[in-house]
Every structure is written in structure tokens, then in C-alpha cells.
């Protein structure tokens, strides 16, 4: 009989995600000043809310606090899904999310999430954040129009490439 604990280990196991994860936290650079960055996170996340509503793109709460905002895509005449499906397309990444009272499912939404941990990683500021939710708005209000994706997708990949994947000094 196999020693089920030993097997455990050599497979892909819960047991072990934890470890593997406070391994991986402990590896990554935390900034010179968490406070700054955390900061910085937040007036990225209402940067990138004020333009999206600025744009015609309603928000769940009508703007946000922190880190997340909740699109309403019905703003856009799209599920979450398909708003979804359309950023993924320009390398822009979403989840699709429900919104309170949301009359679709939970596979196609109402909603998507977005956040800006991982662009104020990189370096973003209020300026890149709010060219970034233009890219976003453009993207949204333009789902069939290969060129306008076309275009997005570039402008998306030139952006990036200015900006490292390692944390920078805020």
C-alpha cells in the first residue's frame, strides 16, 4: 500500500500550496516605503475609476476607496464575459465579476473587476493609469472594430515594454 502522506508530496496537493506561496511572498521585493506604494496604489485605482466615469463607463459604488473597481459592463451594452474576452484580447487583463442584483450568471456577469496593484508594481503613476483606462475605455466602446483592437493591442505592448516587471522606488 502507498504511504498516502509520502504521495501527497510528489503530487500537486494542498497540503503543500502553502508553503509553496509564503516561499514565493518572502522572494518578492517589498518596497523601501509599503506605505508610499500602498498609497500610490489607491490614487491609481481613482485615477483609473474617475476616467472610466469621465468615459460614460458606470462603476458599481460610483468610484472607489481602494485598490478594486467594479465596472457594470450593461453600461457598455456587454456581459462581463465579453468585456472580459475583448480586454483579453488587447492584453489587458480583467475578471469577470457579478454586480449587486445582477440578473445574469455567474459565468457571464454583469461586471468585471479591475485593480491596479500590479501596474503600480511596475511603475505606474495617476498619468500612465489614466492612458491605460483611456486604452480600456477605447477597447469597451469599440468590441467589434478590429482596427481600433488592433491599434489598442500596440499601443498596450509599446506601453508595457516601458515598464519594468520588478518593483520600482515610488
Known amino acids: 500500500q502507498a504511504n498516502a502522506e509520502r504521495f501527497c508530496h510528489h503530487q500537486a496537493c494542498p497540503k503543500r500550496a502553502p508553503e509553496g506561496s509564503t516561499k514565493h511572498g518572502k522572494e518578492q521585493k517589498v518596497p523601501a516605503n509599503a506605505k508610499t506604494y500602498q498609497e ?8 483609473l475609476a474617475s476616467t472610466l466615469l ?4 458606470e462603476l458599481v459604488s460610483g468610484g472607489t476607496d481602494n485598490h478594486l473597481i467594479l465596472v ?3 453600461s457598455v451594452n456587454m456581459s462581463g ?4 474576452e ?3 484580447k488587447v492584453d489587458i487583463t480583467c475578471n469577470k465579476n457579478m454586480v449587486p442584483n445582477d440578473k445574469r ?3 457571464v456577469t454583469s461586471g468585471i473587476r479591475l485593480g491596479t496593484p500590479a501596474v503600480t508594481t511596475r511603475g505606474f503613476k495617476e498619468n500612465e493609469t489614466k492612458l491605460m483606462a ?4 477605447k477597447a469597451l466602446k469599440h468590441p467589434t472594430d478590429e482596427k481600433v483592437l488592433a491599434d489598442v493591442k500596440k499601443l498596450c505592448m509599446n506601453f508595457a515594454q516601458n515598464f519594468l516587471s520588478t518593483l520600482k522606488e515610488l
Open 134 to 137: 483611456e486604452l480600456i475605455v
Open 86 to 88: 475583448i480586454l483579453e
Open 72 to 74: 457594470k459592463t450593461d
Open 54 to 57: 469621465q468615459n460614460g463607463i
Open 40 to 47: 500610490q496604489v489607491v490614487r491609481n485605482s481613482k485615477m
Open 81 to 84: 464575459k465579453e468585456a472580459g
Open 105 to 107: 450568471s455567474p459565468f
